[in-house]
């Protein structure tokens, strides 16, 4: 911040915070566009940065248009249909007059054609008005569709990792409730995997962001093809990722983290560009099962700790809770 410039306030400070931190690629690449391109951070462009990347205002600032539009057609659909009764009452009341008319009438042809001619009139005018009142009625319904498919959306996109297609953070601990709970009721196992890349800052400072975003993707594509069912794979933060068990066993659980591993593992990086051989992902992993009336923090503190003893003991490899009890009880 000092080297561009840039005053220590809280959005600056955000901004460049989480830059360094790497979590939010999308922000990474526009900033180092900026760089690249020598422009200045002045404190409009950070501004733009923040709302753009980091406020958590913009979501809701995007539901709140949606809603308003969505509200806006409504109001015009209640007046096409009020305006639809309006003219089926007058055209009713047409009716009835015209078969008063015509039972007073004196049997002469000139009087009933004339007030056939009128009610012939007066028909073709309601066709129109319904036909008019269709063509409204159509475009607001293909509106309030496309507003729907918006929504929805919106709604993916603030719940999906943008880089890997996975679950995002939110997401993740969303569906950790509702699967908890679902669990409970039918008295299920639940297991929960951290998975974290190894040596991962290595790729990111050896090859550049750009192939570190790939290392991301690629593990995010592998980690979505081994779920299936109600599992959730989720994009944690950084380069850790999470993977929801329900219905499984930590012993399962461990043996399908390792299946992963294995298959990354397998995996030999090369530059497309260049050829050149950029070596070999390898994860670390630790397994917890969810244990009844603790809290979700507390699963999630041990799959993580389980997590980091994988790392301290030589990284790639996956460990559980129940070997960090094992190491307890042996020391």
Known sequence: ?????????????????????????????????????????????VLELYDQHLSPARLF????????????????????IDQAEQNTRVYGSQLEQFSGQLDAMPDTPGGVDNLLDTMLLDTRDMQERNKELESRLAEAT?????????????????????????????????????????TLKEQAPLSLLMLDIDHFKHFNDEYGHQTGDTVLQLVGRMLADNVKGQDVAARYGGEEFAILLPYTALEQAIKLADA????????????????????????????????????LSGLIQRADDALYA??????????????LVVAAAGQ
């Open 142 to 182: 293909a509106e309030v569709q496309q507003l729907r498919h918006s929504f929805e959306q919106a709604r993916r996109e603030a719940l999906t990792d943008p880089l890997t297609g996975l679950a995002n953070r939110k997401a993740f601990e969303q569906s950790m409730h509702l699967l908890v709970q679902d």
């Open 310 to 323: 994988a790392k301290r003991a030589g990284r790639d490899r996956v460990l559980s809770e129940r070997d």
């Open 1 to 45: 911040m000092a080297k561009y410039g840039i005053a220590p306030t809280p959005i600056n400070f955000t901004v460049w915070y989480e830059y360094h931190a790497g979590r939010d690629h999308n922000l990474v690449r526009a900033m180092d566009g900026i760089v690249a391109a020598k422009q200045r951070f002045s404190p409009e462009v």
């Open 260 to 295: 992963i591993r294995r298959t990354i593992t397998a995996r030999k990086l090369v530059k497309r560009t260049s050829g050149q051989d950029l070596g070999r992902i390898t994860l670390s992993v630790g397994a917890a099962q969810y244990r009844p009336g603790e809290t």
């Open 61 to 80: 600032h995007a539901s709140r248009h949606t809603a308003e539009k969505l509200d806006a057609v409504m109001h015009e659909l209640r007046g096409h």
